[in-house]
């Protein structure tokens, strides 16, 4: 790309990355927020890279992580509509943050998140917007798209009414591993089964128990939910993230399914958090996961926004 170049970010260049316009069509971190993922570490210059052309900022390519040395995913990837060459662009900020953030032995490439209004392949521009990044990122080995909605819950929305058919008390760390490894047999959730390709049910269970335990969330809002005669049917494991409480995870073990107890677990998980006083409660399930999105649209959450995601083959 001719006068086109990319580098890695230096303290200097926050506020430039911050300032820069986002996209329309995509509903990318506004700045308040990258502001603060800055001020938090949750970016850093180090895990950041700018496009510049003549000595002027026009993309960017913004990383995020909870911590450790390395970031887990890619909050933001821009290019100014000047540019002429958008998915060149973008391929240039990804080799650059790639090249830093892969070695061997190390987990995949962070996954990259779109975030889109809902019906947005209608929208020829958002169209464009999403295929020159997905262009650009499956250059860069993130190949294996993933659609999400986003839902979320507000308090002029009713709570859900209390369960009078499941009780809910609290369980053991391996108590709960074993409830993972159970809940992911013959579940629709894509990222569950695509890790069941590669790995084993119980260090899949493991994984996911870790995985919700370094949550922001708190491991005293796990329950285990129960029939009559005190035997397990599910388990919830309320969440958050750091800008607002989460579902999190929940899970109706494979021989009560088909019974809608996953209406009497999303409802409990609800309660938890509205009774805490939270403003917004947000969830994502697979576009193709149509039971959980009914039972959501049930309790009472609007979808927000679509999320396609791109990740690299595990």
């Known amino acids: 790309m001719n006068g086109v170049t990319a580098r890695r970010a230096t303290a200097r260049d926050v506020d430039a990355l911050i300032d820069l316009p986002g996209d329309p069509c995509v509903s990318g971190p506004p700045s308040a927020q990258v502001r603060e993922d800055f001020d938090a570490h949750r970016m850093r210059p180090e895990w950041s890279w700018l496009l510049e052309e003549n000595g002027r900022v026009v993309g960017r390519a913004l990383w995020w992580g909870r911590g450790g040395t390395t970031p887990s995913a890619l909050d933001a990837l821009d290019v100014l509509p000047g540019v002429a060459d958008p998915r060149a662009g973008a391929a240039l900020l990804l080799q650059g943050g790639h090249a830093d953030f892969s070695s061997p032995g190390e987990p995949a490439l962070p996954a990259y998140t779109i975030r889109l209004a809902p019906?947005?392949?209608g929208d020829p521009d958002a169209s464009r917007a999403v295929r020159w990044r997905t262009e650009a990122c499956s250059d860069q080995g993130l190949t294996r798209p993933l659609e999400r909605r986003q839902y979320a819950w507000t308090p002029e929305r009713a709570v859900p009414a209390r369960s009078t058919r499941v009780a809910f008390r609290p369980g053991t760390?391996?108590?709960f591993i074993e409830l993972f490894r159970q809940a992911a047999r013959g579940s629709l959730d894509v990222e569950t089964r695509r890790a069941l390709e590669t790995t084993d049910e119980l260090s899949q269970a493991q994984g996911d128990f870790?995985?919700?335990?370094?949550?922001?969330?708190?491991?005293?809002?796990?329950?285990?939910?129960?029939?009559?005669v005190g035997a397990p049917v599910g388990f919830i494991v309320p969440s958050a993230t750091p800008y607002h409480r989460n579902v999190g995870y929940l899970g109706v073990l494979p021989d009560q399914r088909g019974r809608?107890?996953?209406?009497?677990?999303?409802?409990?998980?609800?309660r938890i958090h509205a009774a805490s006083g939270a403003e917004r409660i947000t969830a994502t399930t697979d576009v193709t996961n149509l039971p959980m999105a009914a039972a959501f649209e049930r309790a009472n959450y609007a979808v927000t926004e679509n999320r396609l995601i791109l990740e690299a083959p595990r």
């Open 119 to 121: 019906g947005w392949r």
């Open 173 to 175: 760390d391996d108590e």
């Open 210 to 228: 870790e995985f919700y335990d370094s949550c922001p969330g708190e491991r005293d809002w796990w329950r285990v939910a129960t029939d009559t």
């Open 260 to 270: 809608g107890l996953v209406d009497d677990l999303l409802g409990e998980v609800t």
